[in-house]
């Protein structure tokens, strides 16, 4: 079954770190480009990051978080620090397909990140 | 960065109407990689339209997409009640790879 499946999420204080992963299974994990997408609550999906022949991030993350991925372990992590509350969001791990291994066509079911005190 | 803008913010139809969804870019979308999602509460987005018109696996052929360049639209023929839902375009030429806001359609 093609699947992607986040975890890592949870309650995490303003300026702390939080790792999310995500497992792939059901295809050939290593061709593909692969993105974080987060969607702030009752808010719209906002682009966060991608792994493809290069790395690259959005400006309200570059520098805070960092993306990886471990081929023989079909994983794709979010290693996220200095975190804000305005990073409290639903993340999602999606496969880049379209367009050269970069237009997204599969998701996973997110996983929820707050950040409070 | 490419912004996208979606309009309407909200459309209010009724079962059996036909809706047009519109995304305008800020600057040209090249080879036409543009792909529009369609999001229920509480779900993941789902693919729907890749490369500006063609329909992913498993999509109705009431949804249909097209244009180019700068302006693209979403078209749903004879909205099932299933179809109520928010919808996003989303760029992927240039990162950083953008979405617009979303349109959200409603019930009338």
């Known amino acids: 079954q093609v699947q992607l499946v986040e975890s890592g999420g949870g309650v995490v204080q303003p300026g702390k770190s939080l790792r999310l992963s995500c497992v792939a299974s059901?295809?050939?994990?290593?061709?593909?480009?692969m993105h974080w997408v987060r969607q702030a609550p009752g808010k719209g999906l906002e682009w966060v990051a991608f792994?493809?022949?290069?790395?690259s991030y959005a400006d309200s993350v570059k520098g805070r978080f960092v993306i990886s991925r471990d081929n023989s372990k079909n994983t794709f992590d979010l290693q996220m620090s200095s975190l804000r509350a305005e990073d409290t969001a639903v993340y999602y791990c999606?496969?880049?397909?379209?367009?050269?291994?970069?237009?997204?066509?599969?998701w996973g079911q997110g996983t929820l990140v707050t950040v409070s005190s | 960065e490419i912004v996208l803008t979606q309009s309407p913010d909200t459309l209010s139809l009724s079962p059996g109407e036909r809706a047009t969804l519109s995304c305008r870019a800020s600057?040209?979308?090249?080879?036409?990689?543009l792909a529009w999602f369609q999001q229920k509460p509480g779900q993941a987005p789902r693919l729907l339209i890749y490369?500006?018109?063609s329909r992913a696996s498993g999509i109705p052929d009431r949804f249909s997409g097209s244009g180019s360049a700068t302006d693209f639209t979403l078209t749903i023929t004879r909205l099932e009640p299933e179809d109520f839902a928010v919808y996003y375009c989303?760029?992927?030429?240039?990162?950083?790879?953008?979405f617009g806001q979303g349109t959200k359609l409603e019930i009338k």
């Open positions: 999606a496969r880049g397909y379209y367009g050269d291994f970069v237009g997204i066509d599969l």
């Open positions: 059901g295809f050939t994990f290593n061709i593909f480009g």
């Open positions: 792994d493809g022949r290069e790395k």
């Open positions: 600057q040209s979308v090249s080879s036409n990689l």
């Open positions: 490369g500006a018109s």
């Open positions: 989303q760029q992927y030429i240039k990162s950083p790879f953008t």
